[in-house]
């Protein structure tokens, strides 16, 4: 794998449940090798997906609609490196 993206975004009050189901329902096209979804939390939720070389600018979740964020929501790239 040559990138993991990570997105993250906290729910307005009330509204987690909602927001991680947005996240769940969200496809992307070309689909990652590898995604993982987790909740912490404040009603946080974190989507992490792997993708290899093949993908030069792989697809990120967008935004979500606004009454369900409490912020906008937080972006991250990773690459690996050697151990």
Do not use: Y
């Not at 590898?34 to 912490?40: K, S």
């Not at 967008?62 to 690459?79: I, N, Q, S, V």
Request: zero cysteines.
């Amino acid at each position: 794998m040559a990138l993991a993206l990570m997105w993250e975004a906290k729910a307005a009050p009330g509204r987690g449940e909602d927001l991680l189901a947005w996240a769940r329902a969200r496809r992307l096209d070309p689909a990652p090798e590898r995604r993982e979804t987790f909740v912490a939390p404040q009603d946080r939720v974190l989507v992490i997906t792997w993708w290899p070389d093949a993908v030069p600018v792989p697809p990120e979740l967008p935004d979500p609609p606004g009454e369900l964020l409490a912020r906008p929501p937080h972006r991250w790239r990773f690459t690996p490196v050697e151990s």
